[in-house]
């Protein structure tokens, strides 16, 4: 039996350096985007197309939303908070829920500016948003349709 190493052990100990380092800077990339904010799970879906998973982050004047899919630190869409209106919740079903939310997760349509699109998060989280959203500052006419 040879000691060396074999190109298969080679190629899986790589695979599972790469593995490793991919779930590591995942990490790191949450880390460094939840500095700015605080962070919630928000699935995002516009009229058409299926749910997008995401990170969404509280700013004071804006929501900005993180792909999970991608490694970038910019947000991939970001919604003014004087615009940004909810509506009312709704359980989502098992068949429609995306997958990285918990079975009691809901759904709320919303409105900014000219978008229309349904999100979908933890109960607690919904109810920060929801928070969020009608404690906006002097000037703001963060609106919370019922």
Known sequence: MDSAMTAGEITLALAVIVVLLALAAMVLRTRAIGRDGNLAVMAVRYPGASWRTGMVRYRHDRLEW????????????????????????????DGDRPAALSGDAVSVDVRCGV??????????????????????????HADALV
Do not use: K, V
Request: aromatic share 14%; charged share 20%; hydrophobic share 45%.
């Open 66 to 93: 993180f792909s999970f899919r991608s490694m970038t630190m910019s947000p991939r869409r970001t919604w003014a908070r004087g615009d940004f209106f909810l509506g009312s919740r709704a359980q989502l079903a």
């Open 115 to 140: 978008e229309a699109f349904t999100i979908a998060m933890a109960p607690g989280d919904y109810t920060a948003m929801r928070s969020w959203s009608e404690s906006a500052p002097p000037g703001l």
